[in-house]
C-alpha cells in the first residue's frame, strides 16, 4: 500500500468551502432532483449513478447555445457505442463567443519578452468573423479540415474558431515540430487550409521556419491555400515562396467584419483532431465532438477549479498539447485567457510568475517537470511576488513528486488549491483532478472527476483500493473519442481502449487509490517495470531519485537480463557532478528508504541528456527499445531524438 502523509498540507476554509461553485451545484442537484447530497463525495456517486441527469445539469451550469432536445443518454450500458444529448444541436465556437464586449479582454499573449498583446471580445469577434468568410471563400465546410503549425498566438484562437464556426474540423501542433512529424499527422487528415506562422522566438533566438514549410507544403496536396501568419515580420516573403501561400493580411484584406453565422450540428459531430504521442509508430488521429468537449471543460473549469467569469486562466502549453484545446474553452465559461509562448525560463526562470503577478492570474496550469525544475531552481516566487489573486495551480504532464507537493506550499504560496491532474489526450479532458472543497495530501490526486466512474483494476479485472492496477473507466462519458480517423470499422479505437477489459475504458496508466480517496498514479502501465514478476511504477523511483540534490531527471527502464528484468537508472547530473560510488550509494539509499528495495536500480548510468516527447514527457519506451538493439518506430514525436544515441551499446549495460 502507498504510503500517506496523515497530515494535509492544505484544507480550504469554511468560507472557501461555502463559496465554491460546487457546493452551490450540490445544493442544485438537491433541490432539482429531491437527493440529500452533502459533500463533493455524495456528488461523484449521484453523477455516476444518474449520469443522463447529471450531464443535463453541467449543459444548464454551461447556459450552452443550441437545442439539447429530449433524451440526454441512450444505450448508457455501451462502451463504446453510448449516445450523450442524441437529439441536441449545437456549435462550439458559438458558446466560446457569446460575447462581444469591446472592453472586456478575452485574450492577454506574451510571447517572451517580445511581443505583448491584448484582445478583448469583440476584437475577437471582428477577427473570426472575417477569419470565417475568408474559409468559406476557400471553399470550407462542414466536416473539412483546417490544420494548423503555429505558436499559443491569438491568430491560432481565432482560426479554430473560425473553422468550428463552419463545423470543420481543427487540428494543431506546434512549430518546432520537425517536417516529418507534421507531415506524419497533417498527411493524414488532409486538410483543405493549412495556417502556420513564419516562425517563433525561444529562448531569446529568433527561429524561422520559412525552410521547414518549403518541404511540408508540397506534400499537403489538398490544401487550397497556406495562409502564413505573421510572427517573425517575414509573412508575405514566405507565403510567395510556397504553393497556394497568401499571407493572413492579404487572406483577410477582402472581407470586413459582419455579423458571424454558426452551423449547429449534432452533438458528436467532429470539432478537434488530435495525435497520440506517436513513439511506437504513426500518430493515432483521435476525434473529439464539439458536444463532449463543451461539457468537460465547463464541469472542469467551474467546478474542479472554481473558476468564474471575469477571472484569468492560464496555462503553460504548446498547440501541439491537448491542455491548449482546455484552455481555450475557457471563453466558454466568461475567463480570460492568458497565454505564454516561448521558453518558461526566458528571459529569467521567473518570468511566468512576473505574468501571473502582473495579470492576476486565478489559476496557474502548468507540468510537473516545470514546478521540478523550479525546486532545484531555488525560487521562492512566495518571496518576491504578489500571487495573492491566484487561487488554483494545476500540475499535469506526468505524476507530481511528493516533494514538489511540498514546494508549492513553501515557495509558491501556502493558501491554493494544488491540484495534481491527469487525463489526457485520449480523453481531451481528466479522469482524476481537482476537489476545490477537500483538502490536499502529499502525492495525491484528490479525487475521481464528476461523471467519471474510475476504478482501480488487478489483472484479473476486480476493483482494488490499496494496492496497484490499472487505472479505468467502467462506464461511458460524452467526451470519449468519436472515433479515430481512418479507422473505418472502428478496429484500432477499440484495440487503444477495450481490448484488456471488454466494455471497461483501460487507460494505461498505473494506479493505486490511498486511504483518503485520493490517486497515487506510479506511471504508464506499458513502461512499469517488473523485476522478480513484481509491477514497480517507474514515477516511484523518480519521486526519490529526483530529491538527491546532484540530479536534474531521472529515467528508468527495465532490461531483459539473466531470465528476468533488471531495473537501470540513467541520471542527468548538475554541471560538475560526478557519478561516482559515493553518489551511486547515496541514490541507492534513497531509493531503498523512501520506495523499497525492490525499487533499487541495478544499473545507475549518467547521461546528459534524456529524450522526451515534444509536449515534454520523458519516454521510457524509446530507451527501452535503444537499450535493446530495436529500432524507435518514430523519431519525429521525439523534441530531441539525437538524445537516443546515449543509449545504444553502452557496454555497462552488458555485464
Not at 547530473?573 to 551511486?584: F, P, Y
Request: proline residues 7%; glycine residues 8%; hydrophobic residues 40%.
Amino acid at each position: 500500500m502507498a504510503v500517506v502523509t496523515e497530515e494535509a498540507l492544505w484544507t480550504p476554509s469554511p468560507e472557501r468551502i461555502a463559496g465554491a461553485a460546487v457546493t452551490a451545484f450540490i445544493r442544485a442537484t438537491n433541490e432539482r432532483h429531491g437527493t440529500d447530497l452533502k459533500t463533493y463525495r455524495d456528488l461523484h456517486a449521484w453523477s455516476i449513478l444518474r449520469p443522463d441527469c447529471f450531464w443535463e445539469q453541467v449543459w444548464d451550469l454551461g447556459e450552452v447555445i443550441g437545442d439539447r432536445g429530449d433524451v440526454a443518454l441512450i444505450d448508457g450500458e455501451k462502451m463504446p457505442g453510448a449516445r450523450f444529448f442524441p437529439e441536441a444541436r449545437l456549435n462550439y465556437a458559438e458558446n466560446l463567443l457569446r460575447s462581444r464586449d469591446l472592453s472586456s479582454l478575452a485574450l492577454i499573449f506574451r510571447g517572451e519578452d517580445k511581443v505583448e498583446r491584448q484582445v478583448t471580445f469583440g476584437e475577437l469577434c471582428d477577427l473570426v468573423s472575417r477569419l470565417q468568410q475568408a474559409l468559406r471563400a476557400a471553399g470550407v465546410g462542414v466536416g473539412d479540415r483546417v490544420a494548423a503549425t503555429m505558436p499559443n498566438l491569438p491568430e491560432t484562437i481565432a482560426v479554430m474558431l473560425a473553422a468550428a464556426s463552419l463545423g470543420a474540423i481543427f487540428s494543431s501542433c506546434s512549430p518546432d515540430f520537425g517536417e516529418r512529424g507534421i507531415l506524419d499527422r497533417f498527411g493524414q487528415i488532409e486538410p483543405k487550409v493549412y495556417v502556420a506562422c513564419d516562425g517563433y522566438w525561444y529562448a531569446g533566438k529568433r527561429v524561422s521556419i520559412a525552410d521547414k514549410l518549403k518541404a511540408v507544403v508540397p506534400h499537403l496536396p489538398t490544401a487550397v491555400k497556406t495562409v502564413i501568419v505573421p510572427y517573425l515580420g517575414e509573412a508575405e516573403e514566405v507565403a510567395a515562396s510556397l504553393p497556394n501561400g497568401v499571407s493572413l493580411d492579404a487572406f483577410l484584406a477582402p472581407f470586413a467584419p459582419a455579423p458571424l453565422h454558426y452551423e449547429r450540428l449534432p452533438f458528436n459531430h467532429p470539432l478537434f483532431i488530435l495525435f497520440s504521442s506517436g513513439t511506437t509508430g504513426v500518430p493515432k488521429c483521435i476525434v473529439h465532438g464539439a458536444g463532449g468537449t463543451l461539457l468537460q471543460h465547463i464541469k472542469e473549469h467551474r467546478l474542479h477549479c472554481d473558476l468564474h467569469p471575469g477571472e484569468r486562466l492560464f496555462y503553460f502549453t504548446t498547440c501541439g498539447w491537448m491542455m491548449w484545446n482546455w484552455l481555450v474553452t475557457g471563453l466558454a465559461s466568461g475567463l480570460t485567457l492568458c497565454l505564454f509562448d516561448g521558453s518558461p525560463f526566458a528571459p529569467s526562470p521567473s518570468v511566468l510568475f512576473d505574468y501571473a503577478a502582473k495579470e492576476r492570474f486565478a489559476l496557474f496550469g502548468t507540468s510537473a517537470k516545470y514546478i521540478d525544475s523550479l525546486r532545484k531552481e531555488g525560487l521562492r516566487p512566495a518571496d518576491t511576488h504578489d500571487l495573492s489573486a491566484l487561487k488554483t495551480l494545476t500540475s499535469t504532464g506526468s505524476p507530481l513528486a511528493p516533494a514538489d507537493f511540498a514546494y508549492v506550499y513553501e515557495a509558491i504560496k501556502p493558501d491554493l488549491h494544488l491540484a495534481s491532474i491527469s487525463g489526457g489526450t485520449d480523453i481531451v479532458s481528466c479522469f482524476v483532478l481537482g476537489d476545490p472543497t477537500a483538502p490536499v495530501y502529499r502525492g495525491e490526486i484528490q479525487c475521481a472527476g464528476l461523471g467519471m466512474a474510475v476504478e482501480v483494476w488487478s489483472d484479473d479485472g476486480r476493483p482494488v483500493t490499496g494496492e496497484r492496477g490499472e487505472l479505468v473507466c467502467t462506464r461511458p462519458f460524452p467526451s470519449m473519442p468519436v472515433m479515430f480517423w481512418n479507422d473505418p470499422e472502428g478496429a484500432k479505437y477499440h484495440a487503444a481502449y477495450f481490448d484488456r477489459f471488454p466494455n471497461i475504458w483501460c487507460h494505461g496508466d498505473f494506479a493505486e487509490w490511498t486511504v483518503h480517496g485520493g490517486l497515487i498514479i506510479h506511471g504508464r502501465s506499458d513502461a512499469t517495470l517488473n523485476p522478480q514478476g513484481v509491477r514497480i511504477g517507474t514515477a516511484e523511483i523518480y519521486a526519490q531519485a529526483e530529491q538527491v540534490p546532484e540530479i536534474v531527471e531521472a529515467i528508468a527502464i527495465g532490461q531483459d537480463w539473466d531470465n528476468d528484468v533488471r531495473v537501470v537508472l540513467f541520471v542527468r547530473l548538475k554541471a560538475g557532478a560526478v557519478l561516482d560510488e559515493a553518489l551511486e550509494k547515496r541514490i541507492r539509499t534513497q531509493i531503498r528508504t523512501g520506495a523499497s528495495p525492490r525499487h533499487v536500480p541495478a544499473k545507475i548510468i549518467a547521461v546528459t541528456d534524456i529524450p522526451r516527447t515534444r509536449s515534454g514527457k520523458i519516454t521510457e519506451l524509446a530507451v527501452r527499445e535503444v537499450v535493446h538493439g530495436r529500432p524507435v518506430k518514430n523519431t519525429e514525436a521525439l523534441a530531441n531524438p539525437e538524445s537516443l544515441e546515449l543509449y545504444r551499446n553502452l557496454p555497462q549495460l552488458g555485464a
